[in-house]
T-cell receptor, first 117, second 114 residues
Framework: AQSVAQPEDQVNVAEGNPLTVKCTYS??????LFWYVQYPNRGLQFLLK??????LVKGSYGFEAEFNKSQTSFHLKKPSALVSDSALYFC???????????????FGQGTTLQVKP | KAGVTQTPRYLIKTRGQQVTLSCSPI?????VSWYQQTPGQGLQFLFE???????NKGNFPGRFSGRQFSNSRSEMNVSTLELGDSALYLC?????????????FGPGTRLTVL
């Protein structure tokens, strides 16, 4: 079964410092991986996704993610954090069915990013 | 393009009542998925509809049901509400809902059951 783990409940960084939010996955077959961000009382906003090929994926708001097949990881990164990046971040993997395609995403538990001035 | 819209944004119901939530996908999107978000359980998949057919279903009791219309708009219904149904219900749409197809989420409906 597909699964996603976000090992850190919270990540604290100072504004201007680089940030990393960790994600590891377990899939059978090709991994289709996604990062979303959620601000308080809002839905999820898409940040980026992994498409086979380039291991470094660039996304919205200066975020990027590094896909590492040997470590089954897909960590979210940003070179210089902003206070406005403080939010809840979710890593997700597309589920697969024996019967065929599915739109279901399996989410990690989420990581709260706190960026302090 | 307009994003995914969900109505209503907030609902307060009492135990035993039923509720219907609505989701309008992005124009051209044919796949609509529903998720329940709670502090304890996180984001859990409810079901997915594609071309008016339920394609996948999560681990929820039969009190949770949904449907999709020919214009891809979707509704979900929860009957005989329980306190534990209090949650943020998120709808997401995508073109066809497979592979690297991106799901775009609506703002959610906050359901409170008293």
């Amino acid at each position: 079964a597909q699964s996603v783990a976000q090992p850190e409940d919270q990540v604290n960084v100072a504004e201007g410092n680089p940030l990393t939010v960790k994600c590891t996955y377990s899939v059978s077959g090709n991994p289709y991986l996604f990062w979303y961000v959620q601000y308080p009382n809002r839905g999820l906003q898409f940040l980026l996704k992994y498409i086979t090929g380039d291991n470094l994926v660039k996304g919205s708001y200066g975020f990027e993610a590094e896909f590492n097949k040997s470590q089954t990881s897909f960590h979210l990164k940003k070179p210089s954090a902003l206070v406005s990046d403080s939010a809840l971040y979710f890593c997700a993997v597309r589920d697969t069915l024996v019967s065929g395609n599915t739109g279901k995403l399996i989410f990690g538990q989420g990581t709260t990013l706190q960026v302090k001035p | 393009k307009a994003g995914v819209t969900q109505t209503p944004r907030y609902l307060i119901k009492t135990r035993g009542q039923q509720v219907t939530l609505s989701c309008s996908p992005i124009s051209g999107h044919r796949s609509v998925s529903w998720y329940q978000q709670t502090p304890g359980q996180g984001l859990q998949f409810l079901f997915e509809y594609f071309s008016e057919t339920q394609r996948n279903k999560g681990n929820f009791p039969g009190r949770f049901s949904g449907r999709q219309f020919s214009n891809s708009r979707s509704e979900m219904n929860v009957s005989t509400l329980e306190l534990g149904d209090s949650a943020l219900y998120l709808c997401a749409s995508s073109l066809v809902g497979e592979g690297t197809d991106t799901q775009y989420f609506g703002p959610g409906t906050r359901l409170t059951v008293l």
